[in-house]
């Protein structure tokens, strides 16, 4: 994964859905058709950092399975990380594809 954009694609897979820890995992890891694979260790800590910041936040609800997990959800804030990170993102990739083109 390339390095600072753990957060946006936590953001990305929130917009669709509230979801807990381990369905954004497996979210990112189906659309992304396995390439990007986010360990708890990882993914657990960018959510805290996430909800501290108040791009997230989080309840706790049961799951399909009738278990209980810690949901996240994005804030307004949240979506207006999104918007600005994803901006940044494509800058940034358009920029490198002029430089591997040139």
Known sequence: MVQGTLEMLILKTLALEPMHGYGVSVRIEQVSSGIFRINPGSLLPALSRM???????????????????????????GRKALASETE????????????LEA
């Open 51 to 77: 909800e501290r910041a108040g791009h997230v936040r989080s309840e706790w609800r049961a799951t399909e399975n009738n278990r209980r997990a810690k949901y996240y959800m994005l804030t307004a804030k």
């Open 88 to 99: 940044q993102w494509d800058r940034q990739a358009a920029a490198i594809r002029r430089i």
